[in-house]
């Protein structure tokens, strides 16, 4: 009944048009106040413990690197490197968008990022080249959602906050489902070209490639230094962030020259708001996972569904169902830290390893960025490429196709996201 309550209060405040972490604040405090006895010190001593964790200062680092990275001129250092390699296939640009959406998601964390550095510089050159609108379109709406699997990844630690598992882990966990999925948007990306005979550039030199890759190479070096400082103890993912926004600056303002000292201030009060309002969302976000647990929500579902003999694979479908539903009305970083601490118990009751339902839900949240009626990625490319979200919808759609087929491929083939990890001794 409790749980009713909750998620209809919660409902109702969303369809308002309230943001998602004021509707959660409101619910959180309307359900206090009216329907239990919990001491208010009770409820703000969980506010700051909830909050007072290492690993959520991963977050603002993550995203001031990826800012300095996304003004710095990485990107279009990035597309140059990846168009010579890959740029002589058929839908060479198309391919090389793919490809620079990975490394970009691998420096930068974030998949809105990813869709406006790579977006604003390559569709032009898609058009002019004499790709269509609507092919460039799905390639970069759906190739930078790769920003939020590939490690690092700010969606992966707001997973670890609200379930207590490892990022490191995670971030190793997200490596290889990562290329897969970028391997297979590429192979929908070539199938289209080839099918529909688009453009083809002429193949690069070796020189040529070579010299790509000395441009990039400063951006492309971030990647080795988190992902290689982190897999090899030198330090944790918190000081990884820490580190690559350092790096981040100094490439930005000194090796490429792109930002000025006086673009700075900018770059830090653009990160800051960012920052302000993820946390906004992770603190209510706390008090809502407070409440459910206070009313036993999590334990009475995970009960009732091992009482009714659902299994493994039922409540795999289940959890992929209802986080797609999900992407329809909410960002990644609140559906999970909405639903992570409702569904993370029942898993751990199936025996499901926490690594992987992490990414199994990290997948979804690619899918969702993806579909309307609010996907982010969907909303952000509108403004790069000048079109309405329906023609959009209609763009993206054989590769939103295959990335369901690749999220029923990641849901039960675990050993797909716990493969590396496990290798490399983190689970």
Not at 227 to 232: D, E, L, T
Request: charged content about 10%; overall charge positive; aromatic content about 10%.
């Amino acid at each position: 009944m409790n749980a009713m309550i909750i998620f209809t209060m919660l409902l109702c405040l969303m369809l308002t048009g309230m943001p998602i972490s004021i509707s959660l604040g409101l619910t959180v405090l309307s359900f206090l106040f009216l329907f239990t006895q919990v001491p208010l010190e009770a409820v703000a001593l969980k506010l700051f413990t909830g909050i007072e964790k290492f690993e959520i200062m991963a977050i603002p680092f993550f995203i001031l690197a990826g800012n300095f990275l996304t003004h710095g001129g990485v990107a279009r250092r990035m597309i140059r490197f990846a168009t010579s390699m890959v740029g002589h296939w058929y839908g060479g640009l198309g391919l090389a968008g793919v490809l620079a959406c990975a490394l970009f998601a691998a420096v930068s964390g974030s998949s809105p990022a990813t869709v406006v550095a790579i977006g604003s510089i390559l569709m032009p050159a898609m058009l002019k080249a004499g790709f269509p609108n609507r092919f460039g379109a799905g390639v970069i709406t759906t190739s930078g959602a790769l920003g939020i699997l590939i490690p690092p990844s700010i969606v992966m630690v707001m997973y670890s906050v609200a379930t207590n598992t490892s990022v490191g882990a995670l971030f190793m966990a997200g490596v290889i489902p990562g290329i897969g999925l970028a391997m297979v948007l590429g192979g929908v990306t070539w199938y289209r070209a080839r099918s529909n005979n688009y453009p083809r550039m002429a193949k690069s030199s070796g020189a040529e490639r070579f010299k790509a890759f000395r441009e990039s190479a400063w951006g492309l070096l971030l990647i080795v230094i988190v992902m290689g400082g982190i897999y090899s103890g030198i330090f944790t993912p918190t000081e990884a962030a820490a580190m690559s926004a350092v790096y981040a600056f100094i490439v930005a303002v000194f090796v490429y020259k792109d930002l000025s000292l006086s673009d700075v201030p900018r770059v830090l009060l653009n990160s800051a708001n960012m920052s302000a309002m993820l946390l906004y969302i992770i603190t209510n976000a706390v008090l809502f996972s407070f409440i459910m647990t206070n009313e036993n929500i999590p334990q009475a579902l995970a009960d009732w569904m091992l009482g009714h003999g659902l299994g493994l694979i039922a409540f795999l479908l289940a959890v992929n169902v209802i986080l797609l539903l999900a992407g329809n009305f909410m960002e990644p970083s609140s559906i999970v830290l909405i639903f992570a601490p409702i569904l993370f118990p029942v898993a751990m009751k199936l025996g499901i390893d926490p690594v992987h339902f992490g990414i199994l839900m990290v997948v979804n949240m690619e899918v969702g960025m993806c579909h309307p009626p609010v996907g982010l990625n969907l909303y952000v490319a509108s403004g790069i490429t000048k079109m309405g979200i329906t023609e959009l919808t209609v763009a993206v759609w054989p590769w939103l196709l295959s990335m369901l087929a690749y999220l029923v491929l990641i849901t039960y083939v675990p050993i797909i996201s716990t493969w590396l990890p496990t290798r490399m001794g983190m689970m």
